[in-house]
T-cell receptor, first 116, second 118 residues
Framework: DTEVTQTPKHLVMGMTNKKSLKCEQHMGHRAMYWYKQKAKKPPELMFV???????INESVPSRFSPECPNSSLLNLHLHALQPEDSALYLCASSQVLFVGTDYEQYFGPGTRLTVT | AQTVTQSQPEMSVQEAETVTLSCTYDTSESDYYLFWYKQPPSRQMILVIR??????QNATENRFSVNFQKAAKSFSLKISDSQLGDAAMYFC???????????????FGKGTKLSVKP
């Protein structure tokens, strides 16, 4: 099983709403990632978790709150978003990387988020 | 800082023909990895091919091959015998081999949209 699943596929939320995006993998990967992708642009890294601990936060606004409750699950909690946060949110996972190693990142299909 | 440049926003190829997508990158590192990712209209990003910088031999995966010119910092993707299913956005990406705090940080180019004509 080389699948990363994401739910929901589409999400429309108001600026005062609180919602969560979910990502799941059962490949035994201990590194998980959140990316944001605007239309016709490349993905931009937001967060990286390694062994369920946050290892990278690419200066993401606090209205995005990641959570990694276990090694298979990654959440992104959303609160008080702005219309410019509308984008495709991609989750990915991989083996933890060490110097001299390289492992493929497997991407999920993404959640299309629209903030109204 | 490392950068990845894809100078062709869009490309078109006739079915069964060959097409080459260009990618250049800038880095001062000696240890790194280069990738081509494909993102079809259904959105899921998948890895097409990978190249380790220390390997001189160009990577190949079935109909996909790369021309890796390390001195020129060029990493082009050749798709042979193009098929309708090859239509997608293609992203060139770079990853440092010196991970440190940048755990798996992929640096993407802006992408090339490939259309395949029947």
């Amino acid at each position: 099983d080389t699948e990363v699943t994401q739910t929901p596929k589409h999400l429309v939320m108001g600026m005062t709403n609180k919602k969560s995006l979910k990502c799941e993998q059962h490949m035994g990967h201990r590194a998980m990632y959140w990316y944001k992708q605007k239309a016709k642009k490349p993905p931009e890294l937001m967060f990286v978790y390694s062994y369920e601990k946050l290892s990278i936060n690419e200066s993401v606004p606090s209205r995005f709150s990641p959570e990694c409750p276990n090694s298979s699950l990654l959440n992104l909690h959303l609160h008080a978003l702005q219309p410019e946060d509308s984008a495709l949110y991609l989750c990915a996972s991989s083996q933890v990387l060490f110097v001299g190693t390289d492992y493929e990142q497997y991407f999920g299909p993404g959640t299309r988020l629209t903030v109204t | 800082a490392q950068t990845v440049t894809q100078s062709q926003p869009e490309m078109s190829v006739q079915e069964a023909e060959t097409v080459t997508l260009s990618c250049t990158y800038d880095t001062s590192e000696s240890d790194y990895y280069l990738f081509w990712y494909k993102q079809p209209p259904s959105r899921q990003m998948i890895l097409v091919i990978r190249q380790e910088a220390y390997k001189q031999q160009n990577a190949t995966e079935n109909r996909f091959s790369v021309n890796f010119q390390k001195a020129a910092k060029s990493f082009s993707l050749k798709i042979s015998d193009s098929q309708l299913g090859d239509a997608a956005m293609y992203f060139c990406a770079y990853r440092s081999g010196n991970y440190g705090g940048s755990q798996g940080n992929l640096i993407f180019g802006k992408g090339t949209k490939l259309s395949v004509k029947p």
